[in-house]
């Protein structure tokens, strides 16, 4: 921080506990950081010159200084400047403290337009969808100022109703931002996302000007809603118009091979992957290795694996999950003991796979301790999926109904469990003589069955 502070302007004025008595105590408490870094409050006090505050705001790595940062903003008199108080803004959401943003944002006295964006992303960047919408709404009621083409694109990820996102897009009409090629990118992410790829694909149609980020948005629209030959016939009308794929284009375009079983096409990709220097992107090498383990080729898909130069969680998980699901649990174990050893801790989709891997190892005492793993990370209460794979495997080594029975206490306090919860994962279970009809009754409650008895799980 001390060379943080040096960067700022010398000169000499009045104390600013004259010039700002109502401010003593943001003074006071930035006296005693001034004074243990030796510098004085003349320092900061210099009307003729421009402290170089950009290096400041890049330099604050927690939040503790950019309350710093905030008070000397505050000591200079430059609080309500718009530019500097909305960086504030961005600041405090980038540290993750919206509370902060939203107070900073409520200070400035002559919000513009570009302050209202601001905080509009930043509630959209932590996922407080509903009070994105609240700041456009009074934005648009309570305010002489009108959203611009940076408004519209992250409130529209913000709408989690299909009659929201039109409502907004009636305003995108309105004011004449339909063919600005970011915002109607951004209305074929929405219409995509609730399944009106036709509207999407007008949309789409109907844009003067498309950038490679209009071409991504409607192939993913169609790879996300399993339109695997529409996004086919976008992309071959991309390379017809000359424009070249990214990483996103890859990324969405490859689980729709492995969905089609069109590996020539997923083999041509790869390619292209290769010609253009994209196979050391992390999402691409990651889509690529999902791809090739779809299809069976583990050779491939583990050289994808092997040539990575970085490797995150995501990537561990799909090679696991490639050699699991194509019934060679010993390399799978292999590489969740490599993935130990580099330090990346294991999530929800690691267990799912290693429940199956033990399974298929027959080893009741690793699956005992990956029992005891997932009760300890308290992931049995927030999911179903892992809860399924804890009664498959201890299914199948027809272990305690104790165990078994606690789980599906578990899961039948889980919303998601009637839709989600497979009674054929219980049929190992209560071949055993010993299991009694509250057994059958909380796997009933799961499943959305009326009634159930051994009978019907055998």
């Known amino acids: 921080m001390l060379s943080l502070l040096k960067l700022v302007p010398t000169g000499r004025l009045k104390p600013v506990s004259q010039v700002l008595p109502s401010c003593q105590w943001v003074y006071q408490s930035f006296s005693a950081v001034t004074s243990s870094l030796q510098l004085t409050l003349h320092d900061f006090e210099n009307k003729k010159k421009v402290a170089d505050f950009e290096v400041l705001f890049h330099s604050c790595t927690k939040v ?33 403290d919206i509370s902060l943003s939203r107070c900073t944002f409520n200070l400035i006295q002559k919000k513009n337009i570009y302050s209202w964006n601001s905080m509009i992303a930043a509630y959209v960047h932590c996922g407080r969808y509903h009070e994105a919408m609240n700041c456009v709404n009074e934005l648009l009621s309570m305010s002489s100022l009108r959203p ?33 090629v970011f915002v109607a990118s951004s209305l074929i992410h929405l219409y995509s996302r609730f399944g009106a790829l036709d509207v999407a694909h007008k949309l789409f149609v109907d ?44 990324s969405s375009m490859l689980p729709i091979c492995a969905q089609s079983n069109d590996i020539i096409s997923g083999v041509l990709i790869h390619s292209y992957v290769i010609k253009h220097g994209l196979e050391n992107d992390v999402f691409v090498s ?21 040539h990575m130069k970085v490797r995150d969680l995501v990537s561990w998980n799909s090679i696991i999950a490639a050699y699991e699901q194509n019934n060679d ?130």
């Open 64 to 96: 503790d200084v950019a309350k710093q940062l905030h008070a000397l903003l505050v000591v200079l008199g430059k609080a309500q400047n718009v530019l500097l108080s909305t960086k504030l803004v961005n600041l405090y959401v980038t540290l993750g």
């Open 148 to 180: 611009d083409f940076y408004t519209f694109p992250p409130i529209l990820k913000a709408c989690i109703h299909l009659v929201d996102g039109k409502k907004i897009h009636c305003w995108v009409f309105k004011m004449g931002f339909e063919h600005d």
């Open 207 to 250: 844009m003067p000007v498309r950038d490679v980020g209009s071409w991504n948005a409607m192939i993913s629209g169609f790879c996300q809603n399993g339109n695997a030959a529409e996004a086919l016939c976008v992309l071959n009308s991309m390379k017809v118009e000359g424009v070249k794929m990214d990483k996103m284009t890859v």
């Open 286 to 306: 990651n889509a690529l290795i999902n791809m090739y383990s779809k299809f069976g080729k583990l050779q491939d898909a583990q050289r994808v694996f092997d």
């Open 329 to 458: 649990p010993t390399t799978a174990l292999r590489f969740f003991k490599g993935m130990q050893l580099v330090g990346i801790q294991p999530d929800l989709l690691t267990v799912v796979s290693l429940a199956s891997i033990f399974g298929q190892l027959s080893d009741q005492r690793i699956s005992r301790s990956v029992h005891g793993f997932v009760v300890r990370q308290e992931w049995l209460e927030g999911d179903v999926v892992i809860g399924n794979a804890l009664v498959n495997i201890l299914g199948t080594f027809n272990l305690e109904i104790g165990i078994t029975d606690a789980i599906l206490t578990k899961l039948n306090g889980d919303s998601r469990g009637e839709a989600a919860f497979s009674v054929r994962a219980t049929q190992d279970i209560v071949r055993s003589d010993n299991v009694d009809g509250s057994f059958y009754t909380k796997v009933a409650n799961i499943a959305g069955t009326p009634s159930m008895d051994k009978a019907a799980l055998a």
